[in-house]
Every structure is written in structure tokens, then in C-alpha cells.
């Protein structure tokens, strides 16, 4: 499956020996890098032993590119060849599927250190051994507490040969993005989709299309991204969030909008290109 889907995940190591193992070790949320230039590597199996280091809520991730990866808590060190670094730098520096792995070792990690104790009866916690999931599972009253992610939508909304950009009072001046907003309990994404974009510009959609997802770890969300058709209303913007909205053409879509590593890039290129 290593080259169909590049990343496996897998409570037990798949390929090769503890030498070859990726670690992705943290440091109050900071990953271990080894640095060589001006390139970020992750430290195998062999470095961490050579380190002696002590590591904590160790996990076996699953493989990535038929490489086992792990992940773990360590206390900080002083070696010159090392640094700790965000995941915001760490992503600049590599491919994006290989900032994800990164990604999931902290989600992980979180998952494992945040529920050490039960929140029922406070007794601990520990990881359900059977299947694949990462369940925690509590030794007193069975209470089970699988990895958190929160969803949101994103959602590029047309009329004709234009499409709806807002610009967030978060954003920087003079910038402007399609619109996105997190999924409330119990709600389907189609329906987050007409409230969200009704909430912030005042105007309704139809026509709602799946376009794609992406994990944003930052901390733990996952954005769902869809078009939509323009249906009814005038743009009335809520002021609390979204600012200014407009519509706008391809031409004038493709000098404002802003490259990034989201999938709001993707939808805007998408409508450019279409
Ligand atoms: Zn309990």
C-alpha cells in the first residue's frame, strides 16, 4: 500500500528496524530537527540512541513512504547539530505531505498526554490495545475518548463568471479569501455551508459541491472545502468577522487573492482556471 497511499497509518512498525525509524520528537509542541544547511531532517532511530534520550507517550504513528514514524515527548537537550523548531517553520521547508506527518505526530501526542486521566472518574487512562484506532480507554469505568478534530467548512461561492472574496478583519490589508467557518455539533457541512456564508455575507447558495479536504493542525481542525452557487440576496456583511466582501472577476481574483499552503489558494485557483 506504501506507494497507493504514502502514509499507513499503524499502531505497530511496518517496515525495517528501530535505525531506520523517523522520530518526530516535541518539546513543549517544538519538533527535534537535525539541521544540515538549510535543511530540517528528521532524527532516526540511531540518532535518538546515540542522544540517550529519555522519550514519553512514545507512538508508533504508522509508515510514511515505507518509513515507520514515531512520536514522543522529550525533555529539552544542547547539541549544536540539533534544534527544536514550530510547525509553521518546519512546513516551509518541506513537502506538504511531509509537514502532515509532522502534523500527525503532534496530534498524536496531544491525544496521548491530554487524556492520561479519565474526565468521568479521573482514574488513567490507557491506549485500547485491540483494532487500529487510537481510542484511550479508562481502567475503572471503561469511558473511551477518541482523537479530536474539529471540522470547518470552506466554501468558494460563484455568480456567473465571478466569485464572492471576503476580507476578514484577521487578514492582512487589502487581502481577501473565500469564506470558512467551523462545523457546530450535530450539523452536515452542506448546512454549515449555507449558515456560514448566510451569517457572514447575508446572502443565500445553492448547488453546494464537494472540492476537497485538508488536515490544518494548527491546532487540530480539518477543512472541508466545497463551490456553491450564488442564489439570492445583496451582500450584507456581519462586521464581526468579514468586513468587506465582493464580487469579483477572474482577473481581479487572480491579482488579490493570496498563494498559500491552504486549500483557499486551491479554490481560487480552481475559479481562475475553470
Ligand atoms: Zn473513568
Known sequence: MGEYIKFE????????????????LFHKDKLLVKID?????????????????????????????????YSGEIEEIKDDEYKFIDLRTYSKNISHDE???????????????????CGVCGTKMIMKVSGNDRAMICTNCDNMVWP???PAIIVAVTKEDKI??????MFPEGTYSVLAGFVEMGETFEDCVKREVFEEVGIKVHNIKYFGSQPWPFPNSMMIGFTAEYLEGEIK????????????????A????????????????WFVNR
Open 9 to 24: 497509518p499503524s499502531k505497530e512498525p511496518l517496515y525495517g528496524e528501530y535505525k531506520k525509524w523517523n522520530m518526530y
Open 37 to 69: 544547511g538549510d535543511k530540517f531532517i528528521i532524527p532516526n532511530g540511531d540518532d535518538i540512541k546515540r542522544l540517550k534520550l529519555d522519550v514519553y507517550h512514545l507512538q508508533c504513528l504508522g509508515a510514511y513512504e515505507k518509513t515507520d514514524c
Open 99 to 117: 509537514f502532515l506527518v509532522g502534523a500527525k505526530a503532534l496530534l498524536l501526542l496531544d491525544h496521548v498526554r491530554n487524556n492520561q486521566k
Open 148 to 150: 479530536k478534530t474539529a
Open 164 to 169: 464572492l472574496l471576503a476580507h476578514n478583519k
Open 237 to 252: 456583511v456581519d462586521n464581526e468577522e468579514i468586513v468587506d466582501a465582493k464580487w469579483f472577476s477572474k482577473e481581479e
Open 254 to 269: 487572480r491579482k488579490i487573492s493570496r498563494k498559500s499552503i491552504s486549500i483557499s489558494s486551491d479554490l481560487v485557483e
